[in-house]
């Protein structure tokens, strides 16, 4: 009876149950193996040298591959250029001031003249776009002048200066509420920046596209300086037409001077500015409106937003904006 075969599967022992702070004890040490924290110390050496194996060769092959990197990145100007690049040669044209953070894809300017502050679900009061508009124009204004800004009505420029962009020519669109409190609001246009773009320009008017508004072209044959990227603006319908008003253009000459390009990275840069101030736009009418930009590199479609700059513009008044406000309640 004694020395019969023990069944296969009969010789598992129970394993002893520890729990509490005991279980934590032995985990940590146990001391019939050796083991710490479940591996022997052989076993945390041998694991510990694979690892840092490991991560130095992962480490190695991201440092290598930096270093490839950094062998096409150049740091004062970008390796591919114009035609030869993603962007091409043809910039869009930028809207200032811009939307708030919330509304930042939105191209409507709209606002109430009558009111400054903003009210929730209410039409927005004048006061946000001449705050962001001050914030744009302080650029222009550094408390310290840049050591490479140079004073162009003088003086020629350097390869590593720019010329620095007189606020002044802005006339009406420089001082006050820029207009908005009139319902009169000044739209600051600027060019992208496309590094050592130099524009082709139309400097005569024997050369001048049929498509061209006439008005740029008289702009064109009365300029003294015709070597300018020159801006149009319209309205896109008939009714847009109609309901925009009149607009004027400061600079006079509606248009970017050749002495501000090319841009090639120049420390403190400015961007030279076309504003644009409307007058008599229809009170409550939502207006489409499109500017241009012309020179014979720069070119044209809407589509892919090229040398152009489109925007909405909706002039409120105090009657309109409650119309608004009611409809909206």
């Known amino acids: 009876m004694g020395n019969e075969p023990i069944p296969i599967g009969c010789t598992a022992l129970k394993p002893i149950e520890r729990h509490g702070l005991e279980a934590v004890s032995w985990f940590l040490y146990d001391k019939n193996t050796g083991a710490i924290m479940g591996r022997t110390p052989l076993s945390w050496l041998l694991i510990t040298i694979f690892y840092i194996i490991y991560y130095a060769c992962l480490a190695g092959f991201w440092a290598l591959m930096l270093i490839v990197f950094f062998q096409f990145i150049e740091e004062k100007q970008p390796r591919w250029q114009q035609d030869a690049s993603l962007i091409g040669r043809s910039p869009a044209l930028g809207v200032r001031p811009g939307q708030t953070w919330d509304l930042i894809d939105s191209s409507i300017i709209m606002f109430n003249k009558d009111k400054e502050a903003d009210e929730d679900y209410k039409v927005p009061g004048y006061g946000g776009w001449v705050e962001r508009t001050n914030n744009f124009l302080g650029e222009y204004k550094p408390k310290v002048p840049a050591p490479n800004g140079v004073d162009c009505a003088n003086n020629d420029?350097?390869?590593?200066?720019?010329?620095?962009?007189?606020?002044?020519?802005?006339?009406?669109?420089?001082?006050?509420?820029?207009?908005?409190?009139?319902?009169?609001?000044?739209?600051?246009?600027?060019?992208?920046?496309?590094?050592?773009?130099?524009?082709?320009?139309?400097?005569?008017?024997?050369?001048?596209?049929?498509?061209?508004?006439?008005?740029?072209?008289?702009?064109?044959?009365?300029?003294?300086?015709?070597?300018?990227?020159?801006?149009?603006?319209?309205?896109?319908?008939?009714?847009?037409?109609?309901?925009?008003?009149?607009?004027?253009?400061?600079?006079?000459?509606?248009?970017?001077s050749d002495k501000y390009f090319p841009y090639t990275n120049q420390d403190s840069y400015q961007s030279p500015i076309v504003a644009v101030k409307f007058k008599g736009t229809t009170a409550g009418q939502f207006v489409h409106v499109e500017c241009r930009a012309w020179a014979k590199n720069i070119g044209y479609d809407k589509r892919d937003r090229k040398g152009i700059a489109h925007f909405e513009l909706m002039v409120h008044n105090t009657a309109t904006a409650a119309a608004v406000d009611l409809a909206n309640a």
């Open 157 to 256: 420029a350097t390869s590593d200066q720019f010329c620095e962009f007189p606020l002044s020519s802005l006339g009406p669109c420089n001082t006050g509420n820029y207009g908005y409190d009139d319902g009169e609001p000044c739209i600051l246009l600027k060019l992208n920046r496309i590094y050592g773009l130099v524009p082709d320009y139309y400097n005569t008017t024997e050369e001048l596209p049929e498509e061209m508004p006439k008005e740029v072209k008289d702009r064109i044959g009365a300029a003294t300086n015709k070597n300018q990227v020159w801006v149009s603006c319209r309205g896109e319908n008939a009714a847009d037409k109609e309901g925009m008003g009149e607009f004027t253009f400061y600079p006079s000459e509606g248009s970017f």
